[in-house]
Each structure stands twice: as structure tokens, then as C-alpha cells.
């Protein structure tokens, strides 16, 4: 029997003012599955984080998360805007990591990973804490755990907001191109940790980046966006050297060019044009 997607999108319409950002937008995501989305900014790869993370809201089509609706409830066998504790609810079922880090300034390390469990799923103090010190070995932070933000590197609280994310154990973890604010010698060590949740943990993950490298050695499947659709998605092998859409060439093509440290195959010309 075929899995059940842990999320999915079905005709979903997001728009800001008259800026259409996904149209009929239909998307799926299966257990264990590490999905890489890329393509050029503004095409539409963030917002989906940003849905499923209920940081915007959607005017049309649904989505979910274990079958579960995320946007919508059912009340009295209608279907019905989501209440805020609806949303709460179904956020416990999603970690994000982020651009920019978003750690708490004023708390260290370990505070920053206990917080949520502790005050969110009521796990107490205790587990929490030791929940986080595996965590924080997992992605070689231990000796920083008493620190704040501030002490450390941007490669460092990346890793840490991995850790926090993590510390949820949510459904599916979602990165928001988690290496673009980093100077270019801490990109190695995030990627690391990512690698090894992948290779090491059966998450499921949706990855937003720009590291072609990373997405070929990690990627179940790439979605390559452009204009609010996914217009092609396949292997890392069947995206990198034989994609079939001129655009998918042009982007891969301008990303490699620009970026002197991606390590992803070359493009080869579309043999049948």
C-alpha cells in the first residue's frame, strides 16, 4: 500500500494583493522523503515553507499534514477557517529553520532548545534538558551550550536552531536556504549536520537552497519552481545533467556560474532540440 503523503497541498491559491504566488498549486511530501526546492527568488519555494509553518495563510485549496487539515477544520460536517487553537495544534507537527538563525538572544543555548518542549509540549524540565544535551552533541555544540547567540559564530547558532527545531520532534522539518546568511567558510559545517540527519535519521525533510551540491548528494527529489508552479521534478541525477526545461537549464546554469564552490554535475545540452 502506498504511503500516505505528511503533507500535501491541493489547489492551493496564495496571493499578496495582486501578486499571485501559487495558483492551483499541487504539492505532496512522503515520510522519510528529502525533498530540495530551487529556483529563482520570488518563484514561490519560501511561501510553501511559510504555509506549512502557518506563518501565511492561504485564500483557496487546502492543505495537510498527516491527513489532517492545516488551514481548515471541520465543524458541524462543513469545512471551516481554522481556529488559533486549531493552528497551534497542528504547528507542533512542523520545526523550521531559518535564514536568519531566530534564536532568543537574552537565553543560552540550552535554554533556547528546552523553551518550546518545556513550555509547549509540557515535557518536563529534566527530559527536556537531556533531550537537548543529545541534540547538541548530535550537531557538535555541547561545549556551547551555556553560551548566548551573541558568542558565537553564524555557522554556530544555525546549528543551534537545528537542534532547537529538532528538539520538537516534528513531523517534518522544513529549511528556509539555512546557509545564504553565512560567511562561506561556516556554510561546510551546517551542510555536515545536515548531511548526517539525512543519511543517520528517518526525518522527512523540505529543503529550500541554492547549494546544488548539497541537494545531489541528499535529495530524494528536486522541484525546480518558476512563477508559482513546479515546472519539473525529478532525481538529483535526472535534474542535474539531463533536466528537460530550458529554465531548469538556465537556472542551474547561472547558479553553478555564480557560485565557484557549487559541486554539482554539468548540464548537458538538451539532445533533442
Known amino acids: 500500500m502506498k ?9 492551493v491559491l496564495k ?4 501578486n499571485v504566488v501559487l495558483n492551483e498549486f499541487d ?18 519555494k519560501t511561501t510553501v515553507l511559510r504555509i506549512l ?4 495563510d492561504i485564500q483557496d485549496g487546502v492543505v495537510y499534514i498527516e491527513e489532517e487539515l492545516l488551514w481548515h477544520e471541520q465543524k458541524h460536517g462543513k469545512r471551516v477557517a481554522a481556529s488559533n487553537a486549531h493552528l497551534r495544534k497542528m504547528r507542533k507537527k512542523v520545526g523550521m529553520v531559518f535564514q536568519l538563525f531566530n534564536l532568543f538572544p537574552n537565553m543560552s543555548v540550552l535554554r533556547n532548545i528546552t523553551e518550546a518542549p518545556i513550555h509547549v509540549l509540557k515535557i518536563p524540565r529534566k527530559e527536556a534538558i537531556k533531550r537537548a544535551e543529545d541534540l547538541l552533541e548530535m550537531v557538535g555544540m555541547t561545549a556551547q551550550k551555556n553560551m548566548h547567540p551573541a558568542q558565537l559564530s553564524g555557522g ?3 546549528r543551534v536552531a537545528i537542534a532547537r527545531a529538532l528538539a520538537m520532534r516534528p513531523k517534518i522539518i522544513l529549511f528556509d536556504e539555512p546557509t545564504s546568511a553565512l560567511d562561506p ?9 545536515m548531511r548526517k540527519l539525512a543519511d543517520e535519521h528517518d ?10 551540491g548539497f541537494a545531489q548528494d541528499v535529495a530524494d527529489r528536486v522541484c525546480m519552481f518558476d512563477h508559482g ?7 538529483p541525477q535526472e535534474i542535474f545533467t539531463t533536466p528537460k526545461e530550458e529554465r531548469t537549464r538556465q537556472f542551474l546554469n547561472s547558479v553553478i556560474n555564480r557560485e565557484d564552490t557549487v559541486t554539482a554535475p554539468t548540464v548537458q545540452p538538451d539532445r533533442d532540440k
Do not use: C, N, W
Open 229 to 235: 508552479r513546479i515546472i519539473e521534478a525529478g532525481t
Open 3 to 11: 504511503q500516505k503523503p505528511i503533507a500535501r497541498f491541493e489547489k
Open 203 to 212: 526525518l522527512t525533510m523540505l529543503v529550500v537552497t541554492h547549494e546544488m
Open 15 to 18: 496571493k499578496f494583493g495582486d
Open 53 to 56: 509553518m502557518t506563518l501565511e
Open 156 to 158: 554556530q547558532q544555525q
Open 27 to 44: 504539492f505532496e511530501v512522503y515520510p522519510g522523503e528529502k525533498v530540495v526546492l530551487m529556483g529563482p527568488s520570488g518563484s514561490g
Open 185 to 193: 567558510e561556516m556554510v561546510g559545517s551546517v551542510l555536515d549536520v
